[in-house]
T-cell receptor, first 114, second 113 residues
Framework: ETGVTQSPTHLIKTRGQQVTLRCSSQ?????VSWYQQALGQGPQFIFQ???????GRGNFPPRFSGLQFPNYSSELNVNALELDDSALYLC?????????????FGPGTRLTVL | SQQGEEDPQALSIQEGENATMNCSYK?????LQWYRQNSGRGLVHLIL?????REKHSGRLRVTLDTSKKSSSLLITASRAADTASYFC?????????????FGTGTRLLVSP
């Protein structure tokens, strides 16, 4: 167990809907990253939040957005859901921006878009 | 897009045998990490090797890094059925300004009793 929690565990939505996924970072960590993992693929970086600011983003459209709160927990919001958004969404927390820091992953949220 | 490619894509061995997985990547890195994932669940960090290191050990795990060839290998010795999982390498590219892990496509390891 890494101490990183995510909710919900599973979620089913229909095309066009909006979804919010939540992540609580490990104690003492101020950086949260979000990844999308399609079936049979490796995780792909969505974005990262450091001290409540987005400080890096991958190749995902603007309908993927996020927030980080003062307690360093985070939300991932996806608007106008598409079938291809079906995936496992992983968040990872780390302690600051030191590049050698290990990222600790949560168990993920499995999103199914019908 | 995926930075790395793991080889082989799938590996099936018997308990007690060694398992070797390889990872190749494309750009200069700060470090390379290996993760394990059981049945589509969260990723478990196994080991981190820095770009100035060539080899690292952790229990039954041995990781090597060859930055000239942009490749790494993960060796699991004396494998157990509980080692059955997918294994991913992840690189932390230089000069991005933040820590962005770029994962490979993974190796699915099956260890039979």
């Amino acid at each position: 167990e890494t101490g990183v929690t995510q909710s919900p565990t599973h979620l089913i939505k229909t095309r066009g809907q909006q979804v919010t996924l939540r992540c609580s970072s490990q104690s003492g960590h101020n950086t949260v990253s979000w990844y999308q993992q399609a079936l049979g693929q490796g995780p792909q970086f969505i974005f990262q939040y450091y001290r409540e600011e987005e400080n890096g983003r991958g190749n995902f459209p603007p309908r993927f957005s996020g927030l980080q709160f003062p307690n360093y927990s985070s939300e991932l919001n996806v608007n106008a859901l598409e079938l291809d958004d079906s995936a496992l969404y992983l968040c990872a927390s780390s302690a600051g921006q030191v590049l050698y820091n290990e990222q600790f992953f949560g168990p993920g949220t499995r999103l199914t878009v019908l | 897009s995926q930075q790395g490619e793991e080889d082989p894509q799938a590996l099936s061995i018997q308990e007690g045998e060694n398992a070797t997985m390889n990872c190749s990547y494309k750009t200069s890195i700060n470090n390379l990490q290996w993760y394990r994932q059981n049945s589509g669940r969260g990723l478990v960090h196994l080991i981190l090797i820095r770009s100035n290191e060539r080899e690292k050990h952790s229990g039954r795990l041995r990781v090597t890094l060859d930055t000239s060839k942009k490749s790494s290998s993960l060796l699991i010795t004396a494998s157990r059925a509980a080692d059955t999982a997918s294994y991913f390498c992840a690189t932390d590219a230089r000069n991005t300004g933040f820590q962005k892990l770029v994962f490979g496509t993974g190796t699915r390891l099956l260890v039979s009793p």
